[in-house]
Structures are given as C-alpha cells and as structure tokens.
C-alpha cells in the first residue's frame, strides 16, 4: 500500500461511490422492459418455490441466483430486481486499477470513468438482463489472464477456470468471446512473441491446471445443475450453443448489419476517438494487452454485426475492449 499512491486510491473510492450512486437513484422507477419482466420472475419462481431449470432461452442461470438473493436479502420489488445488475455494473468500474501497470494510470483511471459514466454501460447497469452481467465478468476474466501472463501466480489457473463457468453461465455469447480469445492467441504462438506466452504457462505448474479443470467443471455443473438439483443442467454448454446457432436465421431485432455502428458513433463517439489514440500506442508499444484489445473489439464487432439477432444490449460486448 506505501507504493500506491493515496490520492490514487482515493481517486477510485470516489469514482465507484459516484458510479454506485447513479445507478441506485431511482432505480425501480422506470417500466420493465418485456426481458426485465422475465428475469425478475423467475428469479422470484426460484426465491419463493426453491426450483430453476437451465432454459438456453432465457440464457444461463447466474443472473436468476443473484436477483433471488437480493428478493432474499432485501425483499422483492421493482428495485431489487434491477439491485444486482447496478451492483455488477459498479463492481467492475475499479477493475481497470488492476492493470495500471499495463495500461497506465491514467489510461486505467480513464477506463474506469468511462465504465461508470459512460450511457450504454450506466443504462443496462440499471437494466435488469445478463448482459452487464457478463462485462463484469468477462473484464474480472481479462485482468486475472493478463495479470497471469504479466506476473503468473499459482493460484490464477484455478481463478480463471472458475470465471470461465461463471460466463458461460451468464449468456452463450462466451463462445464468441472464446473464438476472439482463441484465435488471438493462436496467431500470437505463431510469432516470436510466443515465448512470452508460453513462460507463465510453464512456470505455474501441471497441478495448476489440474486445479484450473476442476474449478471450471465443478462451478460449471454447480451453477448448471442448479445446485445439483437438476442433473440433465451439465448439458447446458450443447443445449445452448445448440438452441442460439439455431436462432441465427431468425434475425430478432430486424436491425441492419451496421446497427452497432451507429449506436457506436451516436452514443460512444468519446470512447472511439480515444480508442483510436490507444490502437496507435498499442502498435507502438507492441503491448500483448493492447493487441489483444484491438483485435477484440474488431472481432467482436465484426461477429456481432454478422450475427442474425441485434439488439441494443448486445453493443457492450465490442465496447468493453474499445473502453
């Protein structure tokens, strides 16, 4: 704590209060939207009645075992419907901290207001579906990988197999996430930067990743099973990946293919002109970190503009990485 500065701690305490704040005023106010109506009741199925199957319609179940909580913890109202989805949009405003050392303070500190101000992480924070669900988890999934590649623990294998079960958990869209990674990375084996790569991995050890496989197969049949009250729950992976493939043709939403580039460009004009600054740092520097977020954003919004369902919700996913 004596290497980090106070005013820099300070800076962040306020920084998530603020970003806490405004997603809790008048939180329960609004209307539902038709989804929001879906999550508050079957989480409320699942707080009064004890029972949850796996449906890949409704997306994974993470987010109905946290809104029951909250109706546990808190009661059950329009409010606490929408309480766990600010809470998870306010959890990851301070993760940015994590990586100063690659992205830089101010860099870190500027994605963080950006994550707790800017309108379309602010708005689905105080939205009651999984996507926001799935930022949190998904940016606490990059910090602990490139903290792993940066300064590798023996914990972090096990910590990463874990959130990988959380996400996929959350929403299907892991695999599009897990496509992005993979190839990634696979073009990074193929250049000379694969040593640096290869290093951490070697350095935790096999029974690392003997940890890292269990910690996913045991959240993963935990959270899929429903408690281990619904077995058939382990064929989630297939059955969802099965169900939203055959959705593509589908095209819900009816949006055009460059629906996320105007939301983009109309909404996040500020986060694309200094995502154009961090791209150029990012080639100069030959920072792993930084290409991996290039190509993640590029990626993803080529997928997703691909894909046969748009919605508002779904334009966090390319944003995250540009942020």
């Given at each position: ?50 029972d ?61 207001a ?49 959130l ?20 990634f ?17 070697r ?59 105007v ?14 600054v ?46």
């Amino acid at each position: 704590m004596e290497r980090r500065p106070r005013g820099e701690l300070a800076a962040y305490a306020l920084l998530v209060v603020a970003a806490l704040v405004l997603r809790l005023i008048d939180l329960g106010d609004r209307p539902f939207h038709h989804d929001e109506s879906q999550d508050a009741y079957f989480s409320w199925i699942f707080f009064t009645e004890g029972d949850y199957e796996y449906n890949p319609l409704l997306h994974g179940p993470f987010r109905f075992y946290l809104t029951a909580a909250m109706y546990l913890l808190f009661g059950d109202s329009d409010f606490t419907a929408r309480l766990a989805p600010a809470l998870m949009g306010t959890l990851m405003v301070p993760l940015p901290y994590l990586l100063r050392s690659q992205l830089g303070r101010v860099g870190a500190f500027a994605a963080a207001a950006l994550l707790g101000f800017g309108p379309s992480y602010l708005y689905f924070s105080r939205f009651a579906r999984e996507d926001i669900y799935f930022a949190s988890v998904s940016l606490a999934l990059l910090v602990v990988t490139f903290r792993f590649l940066d300064d590798p623990r023996r914990y972090h294998p096990a910590l990463i197999g874990a959130l990988l079960a959380v996400l996929f958990s959350i929403k299907e869209t892991t695999f599009i996430t897990g496509f992005v990674a993979v190839t990634f990375f696979a073009i990074v084996l193929l250049t000379p930067e694969r040593r640096r790569l290869m290093a951490p991995v070697r350095a935790v050890g096999l029974d690392a990743w003997g940890w890292a496989l269990a910690a996913f197969v045991g959240a993963y049949t935990i959270l899929f099973t429903t408690f281990l009250t619904h077995p058939d729950g382990v064929k989630g992976l297939y059955t969802g990946l099965d169900y939203w493939l055959g959705q593509h043709e589908v095209g819900r939403g009816g949006e055009a293919w460059n629906f996320y580039l105007v939301l983009l460009f109309g909404n996040e004009w500020p986060v694309l002109l200094l995502g154009l600054v961090g791209w150029i740092v990012a080639v100069r520097s030959r920072s792993l970190l930084g290409g991996f977020l290039v190509w993640a954003f590029f990626v993803s919004l080529v997928v997703y503009s691909w894909a046969g369902e748009k919605f508002a919700w779904l334009v966090l996913h390319p944003l995250l990485p540009a942020i």
